[in-house]
T-cell receptor
Framework: DADVTQTPRNRITKTGKRIMLECSQT?????MYWYRQDPGLGLRLIYY???????NKGEISDGYSVSRQAQAKFSLSLESAIPNQTALYFC???????????FGPGTRLTVT | ELKVEQNPLFLSMQEGKNYTIYCNYS?????LYWYRQDPGKSLESLFV?????AVKQEGRLMASLDTKARLSTLHITAAVHDLSATYFC?????FGAGTRLTVKP
């Protein structure tokens, strides 16, 4: 079984709709992250969380919110989706010692 | 604020050739990461470089870190088609734009 899972894997939604992307991990790490990937821009950090009570904005948090329901679960919400939020979204977790990140399979989101 | 720049962004090379991808970063960092992404897939960790002078090798790939120059390199030796992918370097929570490598027969 995958260490980091994301649901849904693909989603098409309309402008103005609220949408939630979910992430679960079984690696037992406290640290979790949400990124978006756009062609030519690499990955950009949206939010990160170092434990259940810790939530921090990343580079591009506007238009997004997150919820850390448990050590293993970290959800990303788009309160009112807009077309320029069309992207590939990745959840990740990391070991605090080495810092390398373990990524989920990604969610491809299209906002029409 | 850490900025990470990779070059080249696109690399087309012949099988059997050698090449180097460069990664410059803007502020002091004692660690640097390399990831690989195959088309339509997620990212997987290739190398974790934790100190100045660190060198890691896996197969035809070798990564190094020079913290004084704020430079990491990913060297490809005798490229094969299976190495075709996008390679990202990253500092802590900051990624470069990626280098799309295509290896042609």
């Amino acid at each position: 079984d995958a260490d980091v899972t994301q649901t849904p894997r693909n989603r098409i939604t309309k402008t103005g709709k609220r949408i939630m992307l979910e992430c679960s991990q079984t690696k037992g790490h406290d640290r979790m992250y949400w990124y978006r990937q756009d062609p030519g821009l690499g990955l950009r950090l949206i939010y990160y969380s170092f434990d259940v009570k810790d939530i921090n904005k990343g580079e591009i948090s506007d238009g997004y919110s997150v919820s850390r329901q448990a050590q293993a679960k970290f959800s990303l919400s788009l309160e009112s989706a807009i077309p320029n939020q069309t992207a590939l979204y990745f959840c990740a977790t990391s070991d605090p010692n080495r810092g390398e990140q373990y990524f989920g399979p990604g969610t491809r989101l299209t906002v029409t | 604020e850490l900025k990470v720049e990779q070059n080249p962004l696109f690399l087309s090379m012949q099988e059997g050739k050698n090449y180097t991808i460069y990664c410059n970063y803007s502020t002091t960092s004692d660690r640097l990461y390399w990831y690989r992404q195959d088309p339509g897939k997620s990212l997987e960790s290739l190398f974790v470089l934790l100190s100045n002078g660190a060198v890691k090798q896996e197969g035809r790939l070798m990564a190094s870190l020079d913290t004084k120059a704020r430079l990491s390199t990913l060297h490809i030796t005798a490229a094969v088609h299976d190495l075709s992918a996008t390679y990202f370097c990253a500092g802590y929570m900051r990624f470069g734009a990626g280098t799309r490598l295509t290896v042609k027969p």
